[in-house]
């Protein structure tokens, strides 16, 4: 499958559009307003503890105070919470307090909160949710720094390897490598990527995401929060990171910064396909060249078509999303309306996994499916879902479609859904769904010309006027307009024009220059 990235640079924000085999697949917006992200680590202040949802509320400097659950301070936090208080104290040195540091003193799980955290008190915590809707950014005290190969985990002296990786060869070779190179007290999930990955490019990357982890002690040391202590990668080498493999062809990007610091992280996780990375110099805007604008005005309705007249409706609320699926003018009856049913599902359901992906949907998610008879069609359809979603990398659970003829999905939601407006306000009411009486355009049109005439002295004037309303007026030998001509003494002229709303009227002198109120 042919992957393309396409980066849109400008001055508020990035937009990178994700295309598999020229359609757009996901759609991310990253805002230039230092906006709070997933992966972001800060140093914060404990506001209020909650122990009725053993829970506290945390000031990161957002508006809206972040949420963090006991349960999200990790087993390790003791530890973490000792070095963030040692730092600014010690005379150690950060490298020798951190090094020196002995893991062990495991949190409770079934502890409370408020035998942990006290008002006030700093705390070294990391976004694993976004702000979204009323509800403030949600943290983790478990810090970890992803790369491309590894996940750097500061005070666990553990060693994890991904499932995905099957060979026990392979695991083996991983893990001693991994412990050979890791200094004491950090821990490391070894992602898929790193399969086959040589010593070097393994120890290059574990010492950037060391380095990424070391370089924020003196922030800590200073002990002043809120304060950021390090971002994540931004949005684009974040999905370079989780996406980047052989299938990717080609990365085009508009600027040429950001095309130089996308060439440059490349070279360090996959130097094999630097060559990718291409800059735009087109003087078409980079999105309409590749169609991603025709696309996504297609794509962000409430409304969405999908094959042979079929088409869904999304809806949003603060609880859940709600797709409906409509056989529209597919609908058939009598021995057809079952396999009709089902082909019209089929087809939904390929559409709604690229919603789900393109709008970034999370929470729950339901689907009202066109009603099947057929058990084995719902089987059939639910099996569908499930490897349609196979490569949507957030972590999502589909249950099987009920009697009802409803799909329940869950996904997981990290940041606020994507929501493009694609409608626009009616030029006629501004949007306010009211437009003056036509039995007053007479009236206005006299009023406007007595002021060009008598007050301005323009004595040949051109309305340019929707066909409609030309035709209302130069009806009949003794027309509208011919009369309104012979009392002001001036030459009128109607100019049709199909551009014009229906009572709109533009005013231009002898020489085509638009005139101004």
Known sequence: MEKDLIIDVNSTEVSIALLENHKLIELNKEQNNGSYAVGDVYLGKVKRIMPALNAAFVDIGDDKDAFIHYLDLGLAFRTLDYFTRQIGQSKLSHNALFSGLKLGDILEKEGKIADVLKPGQSIVTQIVKEPISTKGSRLTAEISIAGRNMVLIPFIDKVNISQKITSKEEKKRLERLVYSILP??????????AEGKKAAVLDGELKSLIKKWEDSWPKMAKANPPQLLFTENSRTTTILRDLLNDSFS????????ICNEVKDYITLIAPEQEKIVKLYKGGVPIFDHFEISKQIRSAFGKVITIKQGAYLIIEHT?????????????????????QNAFEVNMNAAEEISRQLRLR??????????IDMDHNENRVK???????????DRAKHNILPITRFGLMQITRQ??????????????PTCNGTGKISSSMLIEETIERQLAYYVKEKGIKSITIKL????SAYLTKGIASIRFKLAMKYKCTLKIKESTDNHL?????????????ED
């Not at 859940?320 to 003018?329: E, F, K, M, P, W």
Request: with cysteine.
């Open 250 to 257: 080609n990365i085009y990007i508009n600027d040429e910064t």
């Open 466 to 469: 929707n066909p409609i309303l």
């Open 360 to 369: 970034d949907m999370g929470g729950i998610i339901i689907v009202d499916f």
């Open 381 to 391: 359809l639910y099996k569908h879902m499930q490897d349609l979603m196979q490569s």
């Open 413 to 426: 939601r990290v940041r606020p859904a994507t929501e493009i407006n694609t409608s626009e306000s009616c």
């Open 318 to 338: 603060e609880a859940l999303h709600v797709i409906d699926v409509n056989s529209g003018i597919r609908a058939k009856s009598g021995a057809d309306q079952e």
């Open 503 to 515: 009572l709109e009227v533009l005013w231009y002198n002898m020489n085509g220059e638009k005139l």
């Open 184 to 193: 004491p007290n950090y821990g490391v999930i070894i992602r898929t990527a």
